[in-house]
């Protein structure tokens, strides 16, 4: 069987930068005027009003001080809590192909290798700009790929799910050398007027290009990957191709981002950390082999409680680093940025772990050795 290995990764994240403070003084003024013009049906029971929001409380309840952002403008606009994008033409390329090729340039320039020698693109990631076609096959076009290429969803989980993939595609010998690349623009995604949600997101994209074990130095060693699911309503968004057909009855209806942040937190907490044990088992990786775990930036106290699980020692910023602080959560591309951004004082033989976990429930694993 034909091993993998990570030849490269490379990320990339808007110079535009949100802070908590700004954030939250957008939405309290949008949560003000909002009780203000509804003051009538709020008094008389008839709707609910919008609660204030607290940077303090964003910062202790996630760990997150700021984001990067496609477009800020439009976010902090209360009459428009959206980045603003401007339409193109059909024959221009996507803006979400456009993001995702700044990190994939970077991706194949480290590795020096030509997009013409790429047999294979996945685009994982939460969501696409368009049903069809696949994103994937736009970048594959553009970087000048003669392979396939195809679109993978699963949420903040995407990105491993696309490295499970790409490692099982290279294993059987349908490929040699595998681009996954996961743009992450969360902030059209997000509802910032939704208190428990509004500050979560940031926007980022990142790739790995993995590649059939040809005895050429450097990269990692694929040692193994890990997928599973576990069905929940609890962290949804509901926007699709249906909605016209299926909700437009209903006025309530509303197709952005929705969750349940505790339930959200308990579950993956304890679904996730197995899924991770369960590879590291299959692969005889007792939890003092692994010198550090890269994962998924969701909430800070979270990547505490899962990092100990998996480590089965406390948690620190050298064995499972953080970055939520400055990107906030990033969906699938954070494990990626997380890796590039925490690996490079690992010495040759030393192995990590990447573990992500969302909605879904999917959670994706990948224990990996430096070579
Ligand atoms: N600003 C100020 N106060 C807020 C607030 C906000 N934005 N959101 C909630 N609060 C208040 C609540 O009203 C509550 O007040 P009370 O105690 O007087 O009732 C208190 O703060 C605690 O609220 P709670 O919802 O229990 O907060 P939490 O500690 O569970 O943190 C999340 C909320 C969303 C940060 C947390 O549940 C979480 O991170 N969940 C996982 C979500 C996630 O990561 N999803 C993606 C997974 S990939």
Known sequence: MQTSIIRSTGYWVPPNVISNEELVESYNRYATRFNSDNAAAITAGELADVPLSSAEFVKNASGIERRHVIEKSGILDIDHLR????????????????????????????????????????????????????IACEIQSLIGSQGWSFDLTMACASALYGLNIANAMIASGQAKRILVCSPEIMTCINVHSRRDVHFIFGDASSAILVEAEDGQAGGWDVLGTHTKNKFSNNLRSDFGFLNDAERSVEPDFSPGLDQDGQKVFKDVVSFSPTVARELMDRLKIAPEDVRRTWLHQANIRMVEMIAKRILGRDRTPENAPGILHEYGNTSSSSVVMNFEMHSDDMAAGETGLMCAFGAGYGVGAAAIRKR
Do not use: C, M, Y
């Not at 603003?84 to 994939?104: C, G, N, Q, Y």
């Not at 994982?124 to 049903?131: D, F, K, P």
């Open 83 to 134: 980045p603003h994008i401007t339409p193109r033409p059909f024959d221009e390329v996507s803006f979400h192909a456009e993001f995702a090729l700044k990190s994939v340039k970077i991706a194949l320039e480290k590795a020096g290798i030509d997009g013409s020698d790429v047999d294979g693109v996945i685009v994982a990631s939460s969501a696409q700009q368009r049903n069809f076609p696949g």
